[in-house]
Structure formats: C-alpha cells, structure tokens
C-alpha cells in the first residue's frame, strides 16, 4: 500500500515509523528538510522535502496513485486543505488531523467528505475519552468496550494481595471461566500466554471478560478496597484537560490548576462552573497541598512537559491519591514511567496511530487499539462468509504465534472462545497480537 503522510511532527513521525515495519510504500513530507533527514537512512521509508498545499508538490510524490494521504501538520486548516487537494488529485483515502470537534459531528461528516477528506482525528479528544475512562474505574490501568460494550477488555496491575497469582492459567478454572487472559506484560516484555504461564506480582494483566463479571475481576485482582473516584486534580489547561473535564461525569467534582493567567481566564469560557480553574504551578506542592491534594481522589498530570508529568503524579502518589494518570508523549519514557509505578499513561501518538492504523485494513475492522504499556495491538473484526477463520475450530486455524482469541460477538451476545470454538459468519471477533502483528491475521478474515 502506498501511503504519503504530511507532517513530519510528533504523530507523523512515529506514525511513519510504525508503517515502515510493515513494509509499506511509505512517503513522508515535510516542508522542514531538518525534521526529515534523521528519518530516511534510518527507517525504510522516503522523505520529501514538499508543502502539502502545494499541487506541484503533491504531484512530485506522486498522490496520483497513493491508496492513503494522511495530513498531520500541527495546523488543522492546512491538514483539511491538503486533504482536498489530494483527493482531487486521486488519492484513494484521505484523512486530516484536526482540533476543532464540531467538525467531529455527524452532520458534518457528509460535507467532508464531498470536500475530498473522509475520515478526520482529533488525537487530543482519543486521549481524554482515555482518561475518563481510566478514572470511572480507579482499579484498571487500561479500559476498552468493544461491540458497543458487550465484551470488555481490562488492563490491572497485579499487586501481591492477588487471589490468582503463581497459579498456571489453565487451573485457574475450566471452560466456565468467567474471563481469558489475553494479554500479560512483566518488565520489559509482553506475553501472549499460554496454559502453563503463570502470573507474578507488578504484571499488567489484561483480561476479556462480560460487564457482568467485571467486580469479578475487581475481587481476584485484589481491588475491592480501591476508592472510586469523586474529585480530580487536573495540572495543566490543555485542550486534553479541557476535554476531560467536559467528558467527566457530573459526580466528579474537577479543579484544573493552569500556571497561565489568560489561558485560566479561557478555561473560564469554555467550561461550566461546576470546573473549579485555579490559577497557579502545579508543580507547587504547597499550592496543591493547600487545594487538598491529600483529598483528592485522582491527580492527572497534563502539561506538555512528560518529566514534569511523571514527576508530580510520583509526589501525588506519595502524599497518597490512589490514582494519577500522566500525559508522556516521549515514547521513550514510557517504560520508565511505568517501572516507576506512576499509574495510567495516555500518550495521544500511540491512541492517533491506533485509529489510522485500522485504515490500512482490507478487512473489516471496527477497533484497533494499541495498548499503552504493552508492545501489543487488539483489533476487533467483523467476519465474512467464507472466511478462512470459519472453516476450522479455533485450535486448527493455525494462527500465528504470538497471537489470541479474546472473545466474540454472537447475535449481540459475548462469549470467550475456547480452542473448540467454531467462528461464524457475522461474528465480531477480538483479537490480541504482538506489536503489529495485525496485518497477519487480518488474511483469516478476508
């Protein structure tokens, strides 16, 4: 697939190298000759010094024939324009980054698209809905509905208190287990397991289970005595923080902390009054000591700093709030953040290339999601008629290694697959992976 991406910043940088692995025609351009020229004799990938509102540019990388354009300079009004042009010059897809929401509503999506861009991402808006997420459930590292919320994917640190640890999988219940463990990350590795694997203290786990059974999960991983949460400390006025707050339910009451007076004096504006804005550094711990941090339930860390995050979510977990989330947009730091035990990381490049990356996908693919602290992917496919996936039981497919079955979707009815499962036409099929991987399996479903 030949795929040009405009923007050669934070998310199309990391987006071009994610593709490369895949052994895509890959182009990214920039207008900025210094972002490009570490990338090209290091990535198998082409660099091109162009404008992506430029038609004569467009034209050099040949947009004529590329399956996929997507537009990823930090200016949305840029991202939409190149999307036109590219379109109308033939690319096949196109998709822009932006920051403006309305744009997100359904009743504009038709205008969009007969302007020439079809699918439009707002990586900040990813993010938040994360952190909400993350904060209805204290407990859970990672928190995924898939088929409108009929199978659950839930990602919990294993703490010593435990009820399931140091047991192999397969005795820890029969056919009637009420969960499957799909996915397992210890240190720095990630483990599809298998029967005979066993999990320790300090794992991420991953489990797929029904709605039904999650205080279930709650209780074996150890989490009964977790506190919800009620009350939020944002650091940082961001647009993440924006959008948390309006996304927060109305129980939680939030106060944002923004050092930046007319940015607090615009955070006025945009939210309602039950948002408390204090003007004032986050990084204070008498400020926050004073606006009862000792209080609170849950500190998120959103400046565009990601050891200034780190840092106040280690003193936040000191002082004793139970649950801090932090914004790390250095991928590189996010295995130390989570050996440093800080809690949930959102990291809105890996929730962006998540989206563009189900783009790619001749199959039908309704959710692709990178997990945050684990080199894994989950993909949730539609099956076809004639599929290769159905015309076996699971533990003859021969799928590959590293690979696993979390779940289905039957009729609106979620069930776990076991090695005897039969997959039919019309399921939705969830499916675990090693990190890209996906493109492997997505040949079952085609």
């Not at 139970?322 to 590189?332: F, G, L, P, Q, R």
Request: overall charge negative; hydrophobic content about 40%; charged content about 25%.
């Amino acid at each position: 697939m030949k795929i040009i991406i405009a923007g050669a910043g934070e998310v199309g940088t990391h987006l071009a190298k994610l593709l490369s692995r895949e052994k895509q025609d890959i182009i990214l351009m920039d207008e900025d000759e210094d972002k490009l020229s570490p990338l090209s004799s290091n990535f198998d990938l082409m660099t091109v010094t162009a404008s992506p509102t430029s038609i004569s540019g467009l034209k050099d990388v040949g947009i004529n024939d590329a399956e996929l354009f997507i537009a990823v300079t930090p200016d949305e009004s840029r991202n939409i324009t190149a999307c036109m042009l590219a379109s109308n010059l033939g690319a096949i897809k196109t998709l822009a980054r932006i920051d403006n929401y309305e744009y997100l509503l359904p009743k504009n999506k038709e205008f969009f698209s007969n302007l020439g861009v079809q699918s439009l991402i707002y990586p900040e808006m990813l993010a938040a809905k994360e952190i909400v997420s993350s904060m209805r459930m204290s407990w859970v590292r990672q928190w995924w509905e898939f088929c409108g919320g009929a199978l659950i994917l839930i990602g919990v640190k294993m703490r010593s208190n435990a009820e399931i640890l140091n047991i192999p999988l397969h005795k820890l219940g029969g056919a009637n287990t009420p969960y499957h463990v799909v996915t397992i990350k210890r240190g720095n590795n990630t483990i599809i397991p298998r029967g005979d694997d066993t999990l320790k203290e300090n794992d991420i786990v991953y489990f797929t289970t029904m709605r039904k059974y999650v205080p279930y999960i709650r209780k074996i991983a150890g989490k009964e005595n977790t506190a919800d949460v009620q009350s939020v400390m944002i650091m940082g006025g961001s647009r993440i923080a924006v959008r948390t707050a309006q996304y927060a339910p109305d129980y939680m009451k939030i106060k944002i902390i923004e050092k930046d007076i007319d940015r607090c004096n615009r955070l006025t504006e945009l939210l309602d009054d039950r948002i408390m804005i204090i003007n004032g550094d986050g990084r204070d711990m008498e400020l926050l000591l004073e606006e009862g941090i000792k209080n609170t339930d849950a500190f998120v860390a959103l400046t565009d700093n990601a050891e200034t995050n780190i840092l106040a979510c280690l003193a936040a977990k000191r002082i004793g709030v139970s649950k801090t989330v932090a914004e790390v947009e250095n991928i590189d730091y996010i295995h130390m953040a989570e050996s440093l035990d800080i809690g949930s990381v959102i990291n809105k490049k890996l929730i962006a290339a998540s989206h563009i990356y189900q783009m790619m996908l001749r199959a039908d693919v309704s959710n692709v999601k990178c997990l945050t602290f684990a080199d894994a992917d989950v993909a949730e496919f539609s099956v076809k008629e004639g599929s290769r996936i159905t015309r076996h039981p699971v533990k003859d497919l021969g799928l590959p290694k590293g690979t696993t079955i979390g779940g289905l979707i039957r009729n609106g009815e979620s069930q776990l697959v076991t090695g005897d499962t039969l997959i039919k036409p019309g399921d939705h099929v969830v499916v675990f992976c090693l990190d890209m991987m996906i493109k492997k399996i997505e040949k079952f479903f085609s």
